[in-house]
């Protein structure tokens, strides 16, 4: 598989940047979903120019942060349709977000596993203020884990286990980290990457008031092998 990240901030990007976004293609080509949508995500959207080709859109959650580009992304299939309207992979609450989802241009669905194309689209529930999923995805022998927005959680970790490239919520900086906050650290992250016999790792969810290189020292004490999440960066699984 390929990743390409569309966006790697929360819970608001950095000047430039765009949050939560992560395109993630088969080795064919053949199939190819987008994972979250956040502000700043459409616009590298139009410029991969796939929208009338993606196959699906899986949300982990429904903050704005990882689904506010979905709202202009209608008019702009509306402008450019579809042959068929797009099939959307989310949980069903907040019901008044959830809302807003509901157009001619999605196909809603609830986040239950699912094949799309040549992947294999897997979820399991997080530890986060919302309903929010982990999502798996499996495809071309490899697995891809994003872990969504959580906090540490025994089922995430069990559903981390051995993946080729494990995407990972470091929201919090160790110093800010406590068991009640919405997210992991980096320092976590690299710890669950460890546990679970992960391959890779890239941390993401990055809060613009924090210093990515300080993140990144965090989550390699315990996983050496983590990288950043770079903006537009492409990543082979
Ligand atoms: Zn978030
Ligand atoms: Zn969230």
């Keep these: 598989m390929i990743l390409k990240i569309l966006g790697n901030n929360g819970p608001y990007p ?6 939560s976004g992560y395109l993630l293609q088969s080795d064919s080509g053949d199939t190819r979903i987008l994972i979250d949508c956040g502000p700043g995500v459409l616009s ?17 959650h429904l ?18 349709p579809r042959k068929k309207p797009l099939p959307v992979y989310a949980p069903e609450e907040p019901e008044h977000v959830a809302g807003l989802l509901r157009c001619p241009y999605y196909d809603l669905w609830p986040a239950e596993d699912v ?9 399991t529930a997080a530890r986060h203020p ?12 490899k697995r891809f884990v994003f872990t969504g927005d959580t906090n540490e959680d025994t089922m995430v970790e069990l559903f981390c286990n051995g993946a080729s490239l494990l995407l990972a919520d470091s929201g919090f900086a160790r110093a800010d980290h406590s068991f009640t906050k919405p997210h992991m650290s980096a320092e976590l ?11 890779r790792l890239l941390l993401t969810h990055l809060n613009p008031k ?8 965090e989550a390699q004490e315990h996983f050496p092998a983590s990288e950043l999440a770079e903006l537009g960066g492409i990543y082979y699984i």
């Design 44 to 60: 590298r959207m139009m410029a991969e120019d796939c929208l009338d080709t993606l196959d699906a859109v899986v949300l982990s």
């Design 115 to 123: 094949t799309v194309g040549e992947m294999r689209i897997s979820f």
């Design 210 to 217: 924090y210093d990515p290189k300080a993140l990144l020292a």
């Design 63 to 80: 903050h704005y942060d990882h689904m506010s580009d979905m709202l202009p992304m209608q008019y702009a299939l509306q402008l450019n």
């Design 189 to 199: 992250c690299g710890k669950l990457a460890a546990k679970a016999g992960a391959k």
């Design 130 to 141: 919302v309903p929010t999923n982990a999502v798996g995805v499996t495809c071309d022998g």
């Design 14 to 19: 950095a000047p430039g940047g765009a949050c």
